[in-house]
């Protein structure tokens, strides 16, 4: 059995809990506890225990679940493939959440930096302007790895942007997209159960 040590607001978490539910592994999970780097050296979150192998990181215990089960591939077929839905998970976990991840810290009004809600709704937007091109080079791709992250992000910049004030630009690609990956029954099982739990995040810090 996978036990999974997540945080309810962790956008990471719901990550890997998409490529759960859409290899159709089994699952618990354990809110992290007070001891967590005894059992997760590296502290990241989520944390997965399976039978005693204990791992951190999200890119790494989705491409364990990949190999390690059987169910819907989260990897295509072939080398190019594979490598452009590595790129996919990249650009999700090296661009554009960190660019989204800057403004969490202003969402509270007292700490809001218009200055730099500014340059982080740049960023945001030059990521999904590139993002078309990936699309562009990869249109044929089933839905993997790379696609977990990007709804849970997409779905924080929906509740954080316009609470900050900041002005997001959807390329009608993306908007298509976002539409098809939504619409995976793994991606609308895990939203419909995680929004809440960003509603929460953002009553609490707007007060």
Not at 58 to 70: G, H, N, P, V
Not at 127 to 140: N, P
């Given at each position: 059995?996978?036990?999974l040590?997540?945080?309810?607001?962790?956008?990471?978490?719901?990550?890997v809990?998409?490529?759960?539910?859409?290899?159709?592994?089994?699952?618990?999970?354990?809110?992290?506890?007070?001891?967590?780097?005894?059992?997760?050296p590296q502290?990241?979150?989520?944390?997965?225990?399976?039978?005693?192998?204990?791992?951190?990181?999200?890119?790494?215990?989705?491409?364990?679940?990949?190999?390690?089960?059987?169910?819907?591939?989260?990897?295509?077929?072939?080398?190019?493939?594979?490598?452009?839905?590595?790129?996919?998970?990249?650009?999700?976990?090296?661009?554009?959440?960190?660019?989204?991840?800057?403004l969490f810290?202003?969402?509270?009004?007292?700490?809001?930096?218009?200055?730099v809600?500014?340059?982080?709704?740049?960023?945001?937007?030059?990521?999904?302007?590139?993002?078309?091109?990936?699309?562009?080079?990869?249109?044929?791709?089933?839905f993997?790895?790379?696609?977990?992250?990007l709804?849970?992000?997409?779905?924080?910049?929906?509740?954080?942007?316009?609470?900050?004030?900041?002005?997001?630009?959807?390329?009608?690609?993306?908007?298509?997209?976002?539409?098809?990956?939504?619409?995976?029954?793994?991606?609308?099982e895990?939203?419909?159960?995680?929004?809440?739990?960003?509603?929460?995040?953002?009553?609490?810090?707007?007060?």
């Amino acid at each position: 059995m996978i036990t999974l040590y997540t945080w309810a607001e962790s956008l990471y978490c719901a990550k890997v809990r998409i490529a759960l539910r859409h290899k159709g592994v089994a699952f618990r999970e354990v809110e992290k506890p007070e001891n967590y780097l005894d059992i997760v050296p590296q502290g990241s979150l989520p944390g997965m225990d399976h039978d005693g192998f204990v791992l951190g990181d999200s890119e790494a215990i989705i491409e364990y679940l990949e190999e390690r089960f059987d169910g819907p591939p989260l990897l295509p077929e072939g080398v190019e493939p594979r490598a452009r839905m590595r790129e996919r998970a990249r650009f999700h976990d090296t661009r554009l959440e960190p660019a989204l991840r800057g403004l969490f810290p202003h969402v509270a009004p007292a700490g809001r930096d218009p200055a730099v809600v500014a340059r982080q709704a740049t960023g945001i937007n030059t990521h999904l302007e590139r993002f078309v091109g990936q699309l562009a080079v990869a249109a044929d791709l089933p839905f993997g790895l790379g696609d977990c992250g990007l709804p849970v992000s997409f779905a924080w910049i929906d509740a954080i942007a316009p609470a900050v004030g900041a002005k997001i630009v959807w390329p009608d690609e993306v908007r298509a997209y976002r539409a098809r990956i939504e619409a995976m029954p793994a991606v609308a099982e895990e939203m419909a159960a995680y929004r809440p739990h960003m509603r929460d995040w953002m009553a609490r810090k707007l007060g």
